[in-house]
């Protein structure tokens, strides 16, 4: 009898061993897109996803399937920096080490079709060496222009490259973080220990003070505008501020080291995402908290939820090795809120 009861608590346990690693989270999909991945972006339409890379290339992938499409070498013994697409996707963009250069490419083919340069020195009088971070207007009249520490943002025609206006010395810093505004009123940016808004109507610019973060490295707006998100790998919080008001609400987790190294929202602003060493899903109107989910031995250096919001991209970094052992990782945002 006590033999039957103890084959039996075994059966038990066993098919609750097997249930729990049916029911474990898992991702759609992960790869590592060679030589590292610093950012991807996904065509307006959520059907392919770039990646810049640390080996000097752009990768195309099928968002559909995650198969790859093309690689195009943009730079031998350099990294591709950043990479967007166009807001019509009719282009995809990238910028790399060595020269200012923004570089336009076809995004059918990966086919250069425009390059142009950047003046290589800012208005403090630094060398601007390379495009770190950009980005491109609503209307795609005009790119913003980062560099890495000196820092300087520099605006240019998107169609020519011509300058426009000074460029603009930012504090000391280190990596610089640029985003327009869905209505392309406000341009933020990242840089030191501040994050500056230019009000682009009104022809002024606002300083944000971003305490619980040393490094600031990463913005993001609502979709409505309504919200700007701030954080970086030296983060303890992110913090969100109104922009009617520019005051500040500061979000936080009980959990131990928690870091907001990567922020963004859903496209409908259903869902805001934080993620370091883990990726956390909170209530885009309550700032609730919904899920958090540990990446182990990587941390996540930058994230974007696909267009249908269906999908969260997450590129993560080993916190040893750093870039050279990135890998990209693509979540099933319902299963992520156990849906």
């Known amino acids: 009898m006590r033999r039957e009861a103890l084959v039996t608590l075994v059966a038990v346990m066993l098919a609750c061993a097997a249930f729990s690693a049916d029911a474990a989270l898992v991702e759609i999909t992960r790869f590592n897109a060679g030589g590292g991945a610093f950012a991807g972006h996904f065509s307006p339409d959520g059907h392919r996803f770039a990646i810049a890379c640390q080996d000097g290339t752009v990768k195309l992938y099928d968002a559909d399937t995650w198969d790859l499409v093309w690689e195009k070498t943009l730079v031998e013994n350099g990294m ?21 250069d923004v570089i336009f490419l076809k995004p059918q083919t990966g086919a250069e079709v425009n390059r142009f340069t950047l003046p290589k020195k800012c208005a403090n009088g630094k060398v601007f060496d390379a495009v770190h971070a950009f980005a491109i207007s609503p209307d795609e009249a005009v790119l913003a222009c980062g560099a890495f520490g000196n820092v300087c943002v520099s605006t240019v025609a998107a169609g020519t490259g011509d300058v426009l206006g000074t460029p603009i010395a930012h504090p000391s810093g280190e990596h610089p973080g640029l985003e327009f505004s869905p209505d392309g009123r406000f341009l933020a940016s990242t840089s030191g220990n501040s994050v500056m808004v230019w009000d682009i109507e009104a022809d002024e610019v606002r300083t944000l003070r971003t305490t619980g973060i040393s490094n600031p490295q990463v913005v993001a707006f609502s979709p409505d505008g309504s919200i700007l998100a701030v954080g970086g790998a030296n983060a303890t919080a992110a913090l969100l501020f109104d922009t009617s008001t520019w005051e500040v609400t500061r979000l936080t987790a009980s959990s131990r080291g928690f870091k907001a190294g990567a ?11 934080t993620g370091f060493r883990e990726l956390k899903l909170w209530d885009g109107s309550t700032l609730e908290l919904l899920s958090s989910n540990a990446i182990h031995d990587r941390a996540a250096s930058w994230l974007q939820f696909s267009p249908d919001g269906e999908q969260l991209v997450v590129v993560e970094v080993h916190v040893r090795v750093h870039w050279a052992s990135s890998e990209v990782t693509v979540w099933r945002v319902a299963d992520l809120i156990g849906e």
């Open 80 to 100: 591709v920096l950043w990479v967007r697409f166009s807001p019509d996707g009719r282009s995809l963009v990238a910028t790399i080490t060595g020269q200012p």
């Open 263 to 273: 922020v963004g929202f859903s496209p409908d602003g259903r869902f805001f995402a």
